[in-house]
C-alpha cells in the first residue's frame, strides 16, 4: 500500500473513531432517517431483570436458560447465477452476537461447535459483548479463545454491533480478525475475486459513511456485512448479492410459534429472522450464539451459520 493511501485510511479511521466515541457516550440511538432519539437501555434492562424474577417465580428461568446453551449448527447452500467460478462451493462461517459474556459457559459450547469446522472465510456480524458500557478487557480475552480456534483460509472479517465499542478495533491483530468500518475488501480465488463491504452498526451508531460504503461503484460478486437488516434497501440497489446481519437474536423471547415480543429494530418485525430476499439480493438474519439483557431463550434458536456458494 502507498503512503498517501495509508495515510488517507488513518485519516479516515481517526475520524470515524472520534465520531463514534462521541455517539458512544451521547445516550442516543442514530438512525438513518437522521434522527436521534433516546436510549432506554437502562430502563429496558430493569424491565427484563424484573421478568427474569417472575420466570424465576413460575421455574421458567431454568428452561430459558437451557433454551439459551443449546446453539446449532445451520447449514445453508445460496445458489448464484453470477458466481465467478473459483467461489464454487465457497464456504462462509457466520457468526452474530457472541455476547459470549452473557452466559458463563457460552464460550465454551461456541468453541466446541466451531474447533473442527474448516471453512473459507469467517464473518461475524457484531454484538461481541453484553453490556454496552465498561470494561472490555475480559471480551477480548474471551473473543481472542473464540478466533483462534475458527479456521478459515481466507481468514475472519467482523463488524461492530450496537453492544461494541470503537476501541475494539485497536485489538485486530491480537485478535487475528480484520473489522471492516464502511470499507470493502477483495477475496481473490485464482482470477476470480468478490468484495465484501463491512459497516458500523445502523441501529445506534449510523452515520452516512456507512450508506456510502455500500453506494462505491464495485463490480462483480459482492457480499455485505451489517449488524441490522436496516440497510438492505441500499446494499440492494447497489446490486450486492448476499447481505449478512443479526441484532434481533430471532427475537430471543418469542411466544409460541416464534412471533418475537421486541426485535430492537427500527424496521420492526422485517427480516428480522432467518433467510429473505429484497429485489436480487439474498439476506440473512442470523438468530446469533447468545442473548442480551436476560440470559434465557423461549421459542428462538441460537445459530451458527455455514453457507455454502453454489453456481448454477
Ligand atoms: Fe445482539
New binding site residues.
Partial sequence: MSGELENKKLIKKIVWASTRSSMEVDNYKHNKSGKKSKSYWSLFSSLVHYFAFILKVFNLYNKGLKNAKNIIINKIELKYKNLPENFDNYTILHLS?L?TDSIKELEDIIINKIKNLNVDVCFITG?FRKDITGSIKNIIKITKKITSNINAKDGIYAVL?N?DTYLMTDYEEELKLKFLINESVSINRGKDKITVTGTDDPYRYYTAQAKEALEKDIKGFKIALVHTSELHETAAKNNYNLYLC??T?GGQICLPGGTPVITHQFDGKKFFKGLWKHLNMIGYTSS?C?V?GIPLRFYSQGEITIFTLKKI
Fill in positions: 452476537d455476547h454484538d454491533g453492544h443479526g441484532h437474536h446469533g447468545g442480551s
